[in-house]
């Protein structure tokens, strides 16, 4: 798989587990059942927040990384943005 589908892929998650932590503000996800002694929507959440974590850390590689690397190979003469 190339590099560009596993970004793609990622920032797919990403989008959908941020869509998933707003469903709680629509009724969804918003029963009182409990689940593990904590409420369902807080779950989602939390859930959710641990996804959004490991995306972070696998994007950042993918991402950053080629970006510092281009930042080094070309610096600014001057030393200023113009």
């Known amino acids: 798989m190339s590099v560009a ?3 793609k892929i990622l920032w797919l998650v ?3 587990a941020l869509a998933v932590t707003w469903m709680p503000y629509f009724d ?3 029963s009182s059942t ?3 002694g904590l409420p369902q929507s807080l779950v989602v959440t939390l859930v959710c ?4 974590t490991v995306c972070v850390f696998a994007l ?3 991402c ?3 970006l510092v690397k281009r930042i080094e190979e070309k610096p600014l003469s001057d ?3 113009k």
């Not at 927040?49 to 959004?52: A, S």
């Open 5 to 7: 589908i596993k970004k």
């Open 14 to 16: 990403v989008i959908a």
């Open 28 to 30: 969804i996800f918003n």
């Open 34 to 36: 409990l689940i593990v």
């Open 49 to 52: 927040n641990v996804v959004l």
């Open 60 to 62: 950042y590689p993918l």
């Open 64 to 66: 950053f990384t080629p």
């Open 79 to 81: 030393g200023g943005v």
